[in-house]
């Protein structure tokens, strides 16, 4: 099956023109989407009432694909919260009880910083970042461009393959050591692409401040040329996949919703265990 979706389902305005209430968004973004990329888990460990309350509020072939915190993947220090690493792992799987109970758990996604090189350190992390996790699945998102380079992108996809880990499939502006190029293979049967959008002008933060950069960022709108490029990969990967993720990242404008469902109706779907939606009387 092919699932396409967000990240996130809060910002997406586009989807919520008959919301009045904010506790209302998830169950009518499923009403469009059958899969969300969840990061709130990125900065918070969650309390396991609110992994339940989106399994209730989401049909049940609905599925999350969540984040792993921040201090797993070296976006900072876990020692300013806790004694030991085992016990943030500990409690990151706790939380997500509740949503591997319910079958809605896809994934987890570990997306590691521009800054995380390819080195014998760093793969050893991964590895036991991979048996800490144990049973559940993960995917990981590098982002420096070491582990692409022309010597290392067999062996890094070999790693991958060989440690069960889903590869993320990367479309982003090609700048610098901190991107990676889009790299259409797969390392497990599920196969998953994240669309993080082509604006090179505002990819780097440079001398902006967190708020501004976080709103030009991602502030991209894929067309029609790009989306059919896109169809293309998704159909070849189907054929050596079980399930595809694709997960539309380009927040910052308001684009990722339009562009998902266009790719959506280009490749034919017709998802049939979405939410109903409210009916409109006028």
Not at 7 to 34: C, I, M, R
Not at 195 to 221: I, K, P, S
Not at 249 to 264: D, P, Q, V, Y
Request: proline share 3%; charged share 25%; aromatic share 12%.
């Amino acid at each position: 099956m092919i699932y396409i979706g967000l990240t996130g389902w809060g910002d997406h305005d586009s989807l919520y023109t008959d919301v009045t209430k904010v506790n209302q968004k998830l169950e009518t973004y499923a009403g469009t989407f059958p899969v969300v990329e969840v990061d709130s888990t990125y900065y918070a460990i969650l309390q396991q009432s609110t992994i339940e309350k989106w399994c209730r509020e989401t049909p049940e072939d609905f599925k999350f694909i969540v984040k792993t915190h921040q201090f797993m993947t070296g976006h900072g220090d876990f020692r300013t919260s806790y004694s030991n690493i085992n016990e943030l792992y500990k409690d990151y799987k706790e939380m997500l009880q509740p949503m591997v109970n319910h079958g809605k758990l896809a994934y987890i996604l570990m997306q590691f910083p521009p800054w995380y090189e390819c080195n014998e350190k760093n793969i050893n992390y991964v590895r036991l970042a991979k048996k800490m996790l144990h049973p559940l699945k993960v995917a990981v998102e590098f982002r420096h461009s070491s582990w692409f380079t022309d010597d290392k992108k067999e062996q890094t996809l070999q790693f991958l393959h060989d440690n069960r880990l889903i590869h993320s499939i990367v479309d982003a502006p090609q700048i610098g050591e901190g991107t990676v190029p889009f790299v259409s293979r797969v390392t497990d049967n599920i196969g998953f692409i994240r669309l993080h959008g082509r604006n090179a002008h505002g990819w780097m933060q440079m001398n902006r401040t967190r708020e501004e950069w976080r709103n030009v960022r991602y502030l991209y709108n894929y067309n029609r040329e790009e989306l059919e490029a896109l169809k293309k990969h998704i159909e070849i990967l189907s054929f050596k996949t079980k399930d595809i993720y694709i997960i539309f990242n380009n927040n910052s404008g308001g684009h990722a919703a339009g562009n998902a469902e266009t790719l959506i109706d280009m490749l034919g779907i017709k998802y049939k265990t979405l939410a109903p939606k409210q009916l409109k009387l006028f």
